[in-house]
Every structure is written in structure tokens, then in C-alpha cells.
């Protein structure tokens, strides 16, 4: 019976269809049960936490309601406090991507997560127990912060301990988690209190914490700060100990050995196409992702529900449902990754996406015109599409493509930067989309979130390279070329 293992570098032997093979000629097809086991295991703990970052996001879509209910006795706010507290989450995410791009290369992947769970914790205790605005925007603002430093760390340490066959299946574990994270504060809020639902929330990061006890460092990261010892132990850990593996871990020390010899002569390492390319292709597809709408839904969901569809169906249950849809695609995303090339996934995504966003414009617009038309079923289905097609591809891959694209030596700020760009495109238009529905309306709301989509597909089709089953090594060089 032919041997299974899972690959971190390939082997100096490849077959013309990526397939890695042995020196003896036998080829081994993926991924043995225990080392998939313990690769989940590794990802486990940072995907608990981006379930909170999920709960972050969807969280004010059911805090804002029930404080702009007329006498509801906790605290009262108006439209303008109603934005600040909406946006909140999203102006320090910024600045949480720096550091966290930081403290990854300083501190390593693992403990980058370890150091948010305290964090995470308080941010919503202090929510739980507020008693006015500031004690929920300081929350707010902690638990963004926090995610914004974890985004530019969970796909980089997730696509470092997995197997090339099965990292594109872990990485979209990353856009399930935030979809989980959506639906469970979504369905607690509508059932209980805000402050209930926040105290569920801070369970999270002590269940995370616990189960980073058990997992390994990232090889890599060990491997670049010389500490090969551990590099090995943490390598065959999370790949085993066979002969194909120890060959492997001594390709990797070889390259971060010449790499690291070679930082120390050259001054213009971010010159390098290998770094300025990558880092072009995911700024412009990670902010393309954010300004096609779906994080502004996510928001105000609650709101933008009450304004298109109406009252011929319940806000909170269409919510639900386009919560549910998010999540069952966020799922299949996670298979649609490990079978479909990234390239044709992101298209399909993107036309996928585009499609239903200028039929809401159009029939927002029709409906405006001629209030006969109106039909709360329609702009419902529109949505639904758009979130199945936003899910599969426009939301997954550029995260994910973090892990993918950027070299190792540049991984860290490469994916702080474009965390950075993502967070500040997310906060505009958090920020924004309350005055863009009061000003343009729907119509030129959806019809704006159309056309970026439109663009951000465009683009991908252009300049996205094919990564799917090829190995962290190969990808970076075919950015020198």
C-alpha cells in the first residue's frame, strides 16, 4: 500500500501533475488521519477566536436595535452615537493589523494568539457590564483591535503548519469561523439581551487558549529565528517523522538559511517583485472584498433588511436566514478551496456577486419609482444569491492568499500591510453606508458595491496567479520571474 504523508516542501522530485513523489518513485497522495488531526488541532485555537471576531462584526446588527427601542431600559442612543458604536469595531482594526504584523515576527504565530485571548476576554466583559456608551465603545473598540491584529497572523499561521493538498481546506476555515461567529451572535441577540449575548461571547477566548496549551509554533518562524531545534520538533509534529519528512525540514533550513544570509547584504528587500507583487494583488482584491458590501450588511443587517425588503418579511428573520445562508456557503467554501483552482473559484465568485447587487439596484430604484413593483421576496432571493457567491470566493480567498503569497521573509509585513488597507477600507465603509443609504439610496448603494465588485474581479482575472497544491516555495518564485 502506497505510504500517506503530508508535505510542508516538496521533495526534490515533483511530477508534471504537482503530485509529490518519493525517490523510490512512490507516490504519496495526502494527508494520514493523526497528521490531519493534529493540523486541525493547530488551526482550532485561532479559529476560535476569529469566531469572536465574527461575533465582533455581527454584534452591533442586534445591539443597535434593541438600544433604539423607545424605552428599553438599559441605555438610550441616537443616530449619530448608533454609527460611532457600529464603526467602533472597525476604526482600531487598523492599527491592530500593524501590531499584530509585529509582534508575529517578534513574538511568533502562536503566541501572537495566545497574547489576544485576555483581550478578547475583557472586551467582552466590559460590554456585559456597561452601564453607558463608553463603556461599549471602549469594548468595541478593544475586541476590534484585537481582531485586527489576529487577521494578519491566523492565515500565516495556519498556512505554515499545513499541507499544500489540504491548506486552501484550513484556510477557509478562517471565513466559516467569522460566518459561525455572524450566526451565533445574530441568533443569541434575537433571543436574548445584548449584554446576555455578550457574555456568551467572552467564553470563547478561555476555550482557545485552552487548546493553544497543546499545539506547536510555527516551523517557519522558528526555522527564520534560528531555533532549528525546535523547528524540527514542531515540523514533525505537525507533518511526522519519516524519511521524505526530515528531507523535506532540511530543504526548508536551507532556503531560510540562504534567505537569511542574503537580508543581511541586501537593502532593498521590498523592492523585490517576489514582495511588491503579492502585496499589489492582495491590497487591491482585500479592499475590493471589503467595498462589494458584505461587512456593511453585516453591520447593519437588521436595518438594511427593514429598508429593502420591507414588511412582508420579519427583519430579524430574513437576517437569520441570510445568516444561515453565509454560513451553510462559508462551509462549502471550505471544500470549493480544496477542489477548485483559486482562479476560477474567484471568478465565479466574483460574477456570482456582481450579478445580484445591480438587480437590488435596479429594483430599489424600480420600487422608488413605482411603489406597485414592490415584492419583499425579490430583493430577499437577490440577497440570498449574493451572499451564496460573496461567501465562496470574494470573502475567503484574499485572507486565505495571505498565507499563500507572500515570502517567507516578508510574510509578517506583508500581511500586516494588507490587513492594514483591509481594516481602513472596512471602517469607510462601515462608517459610510448609513449616510450612503440616507443620501444615494439603495439603489446607488448596491449599484456602488456592483461596481467594485466588477472591478476587483476584473483585476483578479488580470493578475491572480494559480496557487492551488503548489508548495509556499514554488509560489514565491514565480514572482521573480
Known amino acids: 500500500m502506497k505510504e500517506l504523508r503530508l508535505s510542508f516542501f516538496p521533495s526534490e522530485l515533483r511530477s508534471k501533475d504537482n503530485k509529490i513523489e518519493s525517490q523510490d518513485g512512490n507516490v504519496n497522495f495526502g494527508l494520514n488521519r493523526t497528521l ?38 438599559t441605555i438610550s442612543i441616537d443616530k449619530e452615537e448608533a454609527s460611532w458604536i457600529a464603526s467602533m469595531a472597525a476604526l482600531p482594526m487598523a492599527l491592530g493589523s500593524a501590531f499584530g504584523g509585529f509582534f508575529s515576527a517578534k513574538l511568533g ?8 485571548c485576555l483581550p478578547t476576554f475583557l472586551s467582552w466583559i466590559l460590554i456585559y457590564l456597561a452601564t453607558d456608551t463608553k463603556m461599549i465603545l471602549t469594548g468595541r473598540f478593544i475586541s476590534g483591535f484585537v481582531t485586527g491584529m489576529l487577521a494578519s497572523v491566523t492565515g500565516v499561521y495556519i498556512g505554515e503548519t499545513s499541507d499544500p493538498a489540504n491548506r486552501g481546506f484550513l484556510l477557509a476555515g478562517i471565513s ?10 445574530h441568533l443569541l441577540g434575537t433571543f436574548l439581551s445584548w449584554q446576555n449575548t455578550a457574555l456568551i461571547c467572552s467564553i470563547l477566548p478561555f476555550l482557545s487558549q485552552i487548546s493553544m496549551l497543546f499545539t506547536p509554533e510555527s516551523p517557519s518562524w ?23 519528512a526530515k528531507k523535506e525540514i532540511q530543504i526548508m533550513l536551507q532556503r531560510q538559511n ?9 537593502l532593498d528587500n521590498f523592492l523585490e517583485p517576489e514582495f511588491w507583487k503579492p502585496l499589489g494583488i492582495i491590497s487591491v482584491y482585500i479592499v475590493a472584498n ?31 436566514i441570510i445568516d444561515i445562508m453565509r454560513l451553510f456557503m462559508s462551509t462549502i467554501a471550505c471544500v470549493l478551496l480544496k477542489t477548485l483552482k483559486r482562479r476560477s473559484l474567484a471568478l465565479i465568485s466574483g460574477f456570482g456577486t456582481i450579478i445580484p447587487l445591480f438587480t437590488l439596484s435596479l429594483y430599489t430604484y424600480l420600487v422608488k419609482t413605482h411603489p406597485g413593483l414592490s415584492s419583499g421576496y425579490i430583493p430577499l432571493l437577490c440577497l440570498i444569491c449574493y451572499i451564496i457567491f460573496i461567501s ?27 490587513s492594514v488597507l483591509a481594516f ?35 483585476f483578479v482575472y488580470l493578475f491572480l496567479p494559480e496557487t492551488k497544491g503548489r508548495p509556499l516555495h514554488e509560489i514565491e518564485d514565480s514572482f521573480k520571474k
Open 36 to 73: 490531519l488531526l493534529k493540523q486541525t488541532l493547530v488551526a482550532l485555537g485561532p479559529l476560535l477566536l476569529t469566531i469572536c471576531s465574527g461575533m465582533t462584526f455581527g454584534y452591533s446588527a442586534i445591539l443597535l436595535p434593541q438600544l433604539q427601542t423607545l424605552n428599553n431600559g
Open 109 to 116: 504565530r502562536k503566541r501572537t494568539h495566545t497574547l489576544a
Open 176 to 185: 466559516f469561523s467569522v460566518s459561525l461567529g455572524l450566526f451565533l451572535s
Open 222 to 244: 522558528l526555522a527564520d529565528k534560528g531555533k532549528i531545534k525546535e523547528a524540527e520538533r514542531s515540523f514533525y509534529w505537525c507533518r511526522g517523522n519519516n524519511e521524505e
Open 258 to 266: 540562504k534567505q537569511s544570509q542574503e537580508e543581511n547584504v541586501k
Open 290 to 320: 471589503q467595498w462589494a458590501g458584505i461587512n456593511a450588511i453585516t453591520f447593519y443587517s437588521v436595518n438594511i433588511m427593514r429598508d429593502t425588503i420591507g414588511d412582508e418579511v420579519n427583519e430579524y428573520l430574513a437576517t437569520l
Open 392 to 418: 465562496i470566493g470574494f470573502v475567503p480567498l484574499p485572507w486565505a492568499m495571505m498565507g499563500e503569497l507572500f515570502p517567507l521573509r516578508h510574510r509578517s509585513i506583508g500581511s500586516g500591510i494588507s
Open 424 to 458: 481602513l477600507a472596512f471602517f469607510s465603509v462601515v462608517k459610510c453606508v448609513p449616510d450612503m443609504f440616507q443620501n444615494y439610496g439603495p439603489h446607488g448603494t448596491f449599484f456602488t458595491f456592483g461596481i467594485v465588485a466588477f472591478v476587483g474581479t476584473s
